[in-house]
């Protein structure tokens, strides 16, 4: 008897799971009403910039804002990725509406530049891939991208050169940052096992080598010149493996034999965003300086302490030689705040007093690690 009673019962919470479940009208109409709400969204973005709304800089440190505070709303049953993904696409849309923005990443696709260019800008966007960092300045420069995105410290690995080198000659401005969580995968065609060699860019093997050297202590690590191409090469070759991102395993349809391999759990790779203008002004925002000191005793020390009477935090400080000029270094600072407020202002007027050269890179808006 107990047997059947609670096979009836069943069958009535079945039955009364029929009865709540949505229809498919409903679902229909609901999706009709979330189409004209965000086609409403898009006339409202198109007819603030028409009426003269925010820099082109600025729009963009406003979407990282809006995405920030509808996470911040989210109580799902949709994961907080899940929802800025939804509102990151309807934003680019948005703005692409009449004119896609062209956006210039040092490619090829599905290297973390490429994600980090999808983070900042949507896949509305024209993203450009190029060959090199000095490239995507040149696009810049040039006005073939209103945008170029390029990487410029890691947490793991420190400073990349060559985005310093460029930015230290260009005439482009920094406008915005993307720091990415950078999360490696071991991904190939065959067993983990019988992997014989490892390709990736040498960021990547440098920052998994504990790994590597733990798991995969007999295998070849061979560097190339991205991680797209060592997925390539991995796809081709079931002895072969590489670092790189999921989504470029998804690219090349390769498996993934090992998740978030890289040492550091809190790997970020900072992406600065560059075009012809600085940010404006958000309330939240940073600024970045390269100067130029005469070489002597107490200069260096002379100039920070500048940063401190006019209390401006700094959160980065970087010294680079001059290519062929020993002895003679850039200092690249960011400090907390816009170079328009005024305690900025003074501070970059009396370090120009001491430096023999001194140019404010740009003005932009603080960004939390993604990813």
Same mark, same amino acid.
């Given at each position: 008897?107990?047997?059947?009673?609670?096979?009836?019962?069943?069958?009535?919470?079945? =039955?009364?799971?029929?009865?709540?479940?949505?229809?498919?009208?409903?679902?229909?109409?609901?999706?009709r009403?979330?189409?004209?709400?965000?086609n409403?969204?898009?006339?409202?973005?198109?007819s603030?910039?028409? =009426?003269?709304?925010p820099?082109?800089?600025h729009?963009?440190?406003e *979407?990282?804002?809006?995405?920030?505070?509808?996470?911040?709303?989210?109580e799902?049953?949709?994961?907080?990725?899940?929802v800025r %993904?939804?509102?990151?696409?309807l934003l680019?849309?948005?703005h692409?509406?009449?004119? $896609?923005? $062209?956006?210039? +990443?040092?490619?090829?696709?599905?290297?973390y530049?490429?994600l980090?260019?999808?983070?900042r800008?949507g896949?509305?966007?024209?993203?450009?891939?190029?060959?090199?960092?000095?490239?995507?300045?040149?696009?810049?420069?040039?006005?073939?991208?209103?945008?170029?995105?390029?990487? @410029?410290?890691?947490?793991?690995?420190?400073?990349?050169t060559?985005?310093?080198?460029?930015l230290?000659?260009?005439?482009?401005? #920094?406008?915005?940052?993307?720091?990415?969580? @950078?999360?490696?995968?071991?991904?190939?065609?065959?067993?983990?096992?019988k #992997?014989?060699?490892?390709y990736?860019?040498?960021?990547?093997?440098?920052?998994?080598?504990?790994?590597?050297?733990?798991?995969?202590?007999?295998?070849?690590?061979?560097?190339?010149?991205?991680?797209?191409?060592?997925?390539?090469? =991995?796809?081709?070759?079931?002895?072969?493996?590489?670092? %790189?991102?999921?989504?470029?395993? %998804?690219n090349?349809?390769?498996?993934?034999?090992?998740?978030?391999?890289?040492?550091?759990?809190?790997?970020?790779?900072?992406?600065?965003v560059?075009?012809?203008?600085?940010?404006?002004?958000?309330?939240?925002?940073?600024?970045?300086?390269?100067?130029e000191?005469?070489?002597?005793?107490?200069?260096?020390?002379?100039?920070?302490? #500048?940063?401190?009477?006019?209390?401006? *935090?700094?959160?980065w #400080?970087?010294?680079?030689?001059?290519?062929?000029?020993r002895?003679?270094?850039?200092?690249?600072?960011?400090?907390?705040g816009?170079?328009?407020?005024?305690?900025?202002?003074?501070?970059?007027?009396?370090?120009?007093?001491?430096?023999?050269?001194?140019?404010?890179?740009?003005? +932009?808006?603080?960004?939390?690690?993604?990813?």
């Open positions: 008897m107990a047997k059947k009673k609670a096979k009836k019962k069943s069958t009535e919470e079945t =039955a009364a799971g029929n009865e709540k479940r949505p229809s498919r009208l409903q679902l229909e109409k609901l999706d009403e979330i189409l004209a709400l965000i409403k969204r898009a006339e409202l973005t198109v603030r910039a028409q =009426a003269g709304g820099e082109r800089g729009s963009f440190a *979407n990282a804002d809006v995405l920030q505070k509808v996470v911040g709303l989210n799902g049953p949709l994961r907080d990725d899940a %993904a939804v509102f990151r696409e680019s849309g948005s692409g509406v009449g004119h $896609r923005t $062209r956006v210039a +990443y040092l490619g090829p696709e599905y290297t530049s490429h980090a260019a999808i983070e800008f896949q509305s966007a024209e993203l450009m891939p190029v060959g090199t960092i000095a490239s995507v300045f040149e696009e810049v420069e040039r006005r073939h991208a209103e945008y170029g995105l390029v990487p @410029i410290e890691n947490s793991t690995d420190g400073r990349v060559d985005a310093l080198d460029c230290a000659r260009s005439c482009v401005k #920094i406008c915005g940052e993307v720091p990415l969580r @950078i999360r490696h995968c071991l991904l190939g065609i065959g067993e983990r096992s #992997i014989e060699r490892v990736s860019k040498t960021q990547p093997l440098s920052q998994c080598r504990n790994w590597l050297s733990k798991h995969l202590p007999g295998a070849q690590l061979l560097e190339v010149a991205s991680t797209a191409e060592a997925a390539q090469k =991995a796809a081709k070759d079931a002895s072969a493996a590489a670092i %790189a991102s999921q989504q470029a395993g %998804a090349y349809s390769l498996s993934i034999l090992a998740s978030s391999i890289e040492d550091n759990p809190d790997n970020v790779t900072r992406f600065a560059i075009s012809t203008e600085s940010g404006g002004r958000t309330g939240n925002d940073k600024t970045a300086l390269v100067f000191l005469d070489h002597q005793p107490g200069a260096l020390a002379d100039s920070m302490g #500048i940063f401190k009477r006019h209390k401006l *935090n700094l959160t #400080i970087e010294s680079f030689p001059l290519p062929g000029q002895g003679r270094y850039l200092f690249f600072v960011e400090f907390q816009h170079a328009s407020e005024l305690r900025a202002r003074r501070a970059i007027a009396s370090l120009e007093k001491k430096a023999t050269r001194l140019t404010v890179l740009g003005s +932009y808006a603080h960004a939390e690690a993604i990813g």
